[in-house]
C-alpha cells in the first residue's frame, strides 16, 4: 500500500541527522539573494534544506500533507508523488514541470473528506465570529500605561531574538537526533546570530502600524508585505502569490493556500503582545488583523495565543497560570483548541517530561513540522516543565525539537516580559538585529524596542 504524505514526511524527519553547527556555517538569505521562480522554484520545492539548519524540505510532498490536514481526499496528488520524486532526481526539466502542474491541480480539485476529524470542530473566521467563540467575554477595566511596560518589552525583544538565535541551528530536526548529535543542549549551540525569517513580519508590522495606529486593517498590512519583503516560505509565499494577483486579505492567507494552519502567526504574533502589554483582548485582535493576511482559521489562533500570552505576562507571574489564563482567548470549539486541551491534559498527568512528550508527540504525529499544533504542543511542553527558567524552557525546546526558531522566539518573548533574560543569553545577542530587507539590514534591538513601547503607549486608550 501506498505510504500517505504525512507518513513519508515523519520518517523523513525521524531519519534526519542534525548538520553539527559547530562545524558548518549557516546559509541564510541576504538583501540582495535572487527570488527563485519558474524551473528555479520548482526545483526548490522538489528538495530543499532549511537556512540556518540545513533540515531536509520536500515542499510539495509537504503541501499534500497539509491540505489533508485541513480535511480534504489528497489520494490523487500522492499518486504523482514518486513520479515527481524521479524526474526531479533525473533532472527532467520539461516533463517534471508538468507533473508538478498536474499535482497542483490534483491539490486545488481535491475533495473535501467528509469522515475527516477536521469538520467536527467550528473554525470562525471573521473577528466579530471569533469574539463570540471566546471564553472571555468582559475583561475588565484596561489598566493605564505603565512605564515598567518599557522594559518588559525590550525584555521581550531580546527573549525573542535569543531564543531565534538558538533554535536556528537545529530547526527542522526531532528531539532525538539533535540529542544525538549535540548532546543535552543548555545554551547556545553556536555564535548567535539574529538573522531569521520570523522577525521580518513584525518589522513590516510595526511599519504599517506606526502609519495607522490601532486603525491598522489586513488589506494596509498585505500591501506593505508586497512592498517590502521579496519572498516567503509556506503560508507566507502562498500569500505573497495571492496578494500579487490582487487577492485581498483575508482571501489572500485562504485562497488555495494547504498552509492556512501552519506556524507563520505563531511564530510572530507576539508583535501584536508587545504592542497591547496587559491588554489581551487588544492583542489577539491586532494578531486576527496580522494573521488573515497569509493563514486561517487554526493558523490564525496560534497567532493570537502568541499574542495573548505575550500580552498577559506583563502582569501575570507563574507560566502555569498565564498558559491557562490565555487558552480563555482562544475559540473554544475549535481544533487548535482541542490540541491545547489534549496537550495540557497530558502535562498535568505526567510527572516526566520525556514521558509526556512522547504522548504528546503522538497526538500530532500526522502534522508537519512547520504546523502550528507540533509547535504549540512543543511550545506549552517546554513552558509547563519549566517553570519559568529560562534555561531549563530552552533546554525542553530542544529536547521537542520540530521548528525550535519559531518556538523558543515565541517562548523567549514571554519569559523575556514575564521575568527578563538572564545574562548569559542576553550577552552574546548585544544590540545588533540583522535581516535580509532592503534598509533594514542592521538595526539597533534596544532602538527597535524604544519604538515598539513609544507606538504602544502614543495609541494606548487616554
Not at 520548482?42 to 537556512?51: A, L, N, Q
Not at 500579487?244 to 483575508?250: D, H
Not at 507563574?318 to 489564563?325: A, M, P, T, V
Not at 504528546?360 to 512547520?370: A, F, G, L
Request: charged letters at 25%; a negative charge.
Amino acid at each position: 500500500m501506498r505510504k500517505q504524505a504525512w507518513q513519508r514526511e515523519r520518517e523523513l524527519r525521524q531519519e534526519a541527522i542534525p548538520v553539527d553547527r559547530r562545524i558548518h556555517d549557516s546559509n541564510w538569505y541576504t538583501a540582495d539573494f535572487d527570488v527563485p521562480y519558474g524551473d528555479a522554484l520548482i526545483d526548490m520545492f522538489w528538495k530543499s534544506s532549511v537556512p540556518g539548519s540545513s533540515a531536509p524540505e520536500i515542499p510539495y510532498q509537504e503541501m499534500m500533507q497539509a491540505k489533508a490536514n485541513l480535511g480534504y481526499d489528497v489520494s490523487k496528488a500522492e499518486a504523482l508523488l514518486d513520479e515527481g520524486l524521479a524526474l526531479h532526481q533525473q533532472g527532467n526539466v520539461e516533463d517534471l514541470r508538468v507533473v508538478t502542474a498536474r499535482i497542483m491541480a490534483a491539490l486545488y480539485d481535491a475533495p473535501v473528506d467528509t469522515k475527516h476529524s477536521y469538520h467536527q470542530y467550528e473554525h470562525p473566521n471573521t473577528w466579530e465570529q471569533v469574539l463570540i467563540s471566546l471564553a472571555v467575554k468582559d475583561e475588565g477595566k484596561l489598566p493605564a500605561w505603565d512605564e515598567a511596560f518599557a522594559e518588559k518589552i525590550y525584555q521581550g525583544w531580546i527573549g525573542q531574538l535569543a531564543g531565534g538565535s538558538f533554535g536556528t541551528a537545529i530547526e527542522g530536526y526531532t528531539g532525538e537526533q539533535i540529542t544525538k548529535v549535540y548532546g543535552e543542549i543548555d545554551g547556545y549551540i553556536t555564535e548567535p546570530e539574529t538573522t531569521n525569517d520570523d522577525v521580518v513580519y513584525e518589522l513590516v508590522l510595526l511599519d504599517v502600524f506606526e502609519k495607522y495606529g490601532r486603525s491598522m486593517t489586513s488589506e494596509q498590512l498585505g500591501w506593505e508585505w508586497v512592498r517590502q519583503i521579496p519572498f516567503g516560505w509556506s503560508a507566507e509565499w502562498m500569500a505573497l502569490r495571492n496578494l500579487a494577483l490582487g487577492i485581498k486579505p483575508p482571501q489572500s492567507g485562504d485562497w488555495q493556500n494547504p498552509y492556512s494552519d501552519w506556524i507563520g502567526v505563531q511564530m510572530r504574533g507576539m508583535i501584536n503582545g508587545l504592542l497591547a502589554p496587559a491588554w489581551p483582548m487588544e492583542a489577539i485582535r491586532l494578531a486576527h488583523i496580522d494573521g488573515v493576511v497569509s493563514h486561517s482559521r487554526n493558523g490564525v489562533y496560534g497567532g493570537m495565543f502568541a499574542a495573548v500570552l505575550t500580552s498577559l505576562a506583563f502582569v501575570e507571574h507563574d507560566i502555569r497560570d498565564l498558559i491557562k489564563r490565555g487558552m480563555d482567548y482562544l475559540p473554544q470549539k475549535s481544533e487548535y483548541m482541542a490540541v491545547a486541551r489534549d496537550v495540557l491534559a497530558i502535562a498535568e498527568s505526567e510527572a516526566d517530561p520525556a514521558a509526556a512528550w512522547k504522548r504528546m508527540d503522538e497526538r500530532i504525529e500526522r502534522y508537519n513540522w512547520i504546523h502550528a499544533y507540533p509547535n504549540l504542543a512543543a511550545d506549552l511542553f517546554a513552558m509547563w516543565y519549566g517553570g519559568g527558567d529560562f534555561t531549563k524552557t530552552m533546554s525542553l525546546l530542544a529536547q521537542a525539537g520540530n521548528d525550535v526558531d519559531c518556538n523558543a522566539g515565541l517562548v523567549g518573548t514571554v519569559l523575556g516580559v514575564l521575568s527578563g533574560v538572564p545574562e548569559k543569553w542576553a550577552a552574546p545577542i548585544g544590540d545588533l538585529l540583522e535581516t535580509y530587507i532592503k534598509g533594514k539590514e542592521k538595526l539597533s534591538i534596544k532602538d527597535l524596542a524604544r519604538r515598539t513601547a513609544e507606538m504602544a503607549k502614543d495609541t494606548w486608550p487616554k
